[in-house]
């Protein structure tokens, strides 16, 4: 398996904009999480799936973010309109199963609004 | 709420000696604690698990402590090298399945 993919690693967008960021988890893996890294906040955890179902999506910072998994080999995060503050270092993860077992973090998608 | 806390602070250890990171945490009762590095512009990768009803985790050069009294990890490398330089990260598994992490330190092996 090619690991966990994130698209795109780098997004420079307006503010105002829409943004689009996706991910490809494992194969197999029943959880996907995503975070955000920023050096202020460290790695925040904003929502995660159980079987493509969202379980916990209280890290959300606000309404302009959302998140989608139509099926366990897809998940995008949106932010609408994004803004200045939203820049950060955006990281998907998957676990398997068992819960004492390792996450697997893709590489990042580095989010600037200017 | 819940509150991981670790070092902010970069530690610079000679290399050969044993470096200590501490993870230390409230309002929270996890089920399992992890360890991740993170190099620059990656993202971070497992090291070590261990249970709540584990004291200590080894592998290899790595050692985990775990005490749910004092609510606090330690996280050891021994004989350390230049290549173990990253930020280490600690990380806390609830009975929701849910993972948060600690900010992270800085570890700095100076040859």
């Known amino acids: 398996d090619a690991g966990v993919i994130q698209s795109p690693r780098h997004e420079v967008t307006e503010m105002g904009q829409e943004v689009t960021l996706r991910c490809k988890p494992i194969s197999g893996h029943d959880y996907l999480f995503w975070y955000r890294q920023t050096m202020m906040r460290g790695l925040e955890l904003l929502i995660y799936?159980?079987?493509?179902?969202?379980?916990?999506d209280s890290g959300m910072p606000e309404d302009r973010f959302s998140a989608k998994m139509p099926n366990a080999s897809f998940s995008t995060l949106k932010i609408q309109p994004s803004e200045p503050r939203d820049s950060a270092v955006y990281f998907c993860?998957?676990?398997?199963?068992?819960?004492?077992?390792?996450?697997?973090f893709g590489q990042g998608t580095r989010l600037t609004v200017v | 709420s819940q509150k991981i806390e670790q070092n902010s602070e970069a530690l610079n250890i000679q290399e050969g000696k044993t470096a200590t990171l501490t993870c230390n945490y409230t309002n929270y009762s996890p089920a399992y604690l992890q360890w991740y590095r993170q190099d620059p512009g990656r993202g971070p990768v497992f090291l070590l698990l261990i249970r709540e009803n584990e004291k200590e985790k080894r592998k290899e050069r790595l050692k985990v402590t775990f005490d749910t009294t004092l609510k606090q990890s330690l996280f050891h490398i021994t004989a350390s090298q230049p290549a173990d330089s990253a930020t280490y990260l600690c990380a806390l598994e609830g009975r929701d399945d849910k993972i948060i992490f600690g900010k992270g330190t800085r570890l700095h092996i100076l040859p």
């Open positions: 993860a998957s676990r398997s199963l068992y819960r004492d077992t390792e996450a697997f």
């Open positions: 799936f159980n079987n493509n179902v969202p379980i916990d």
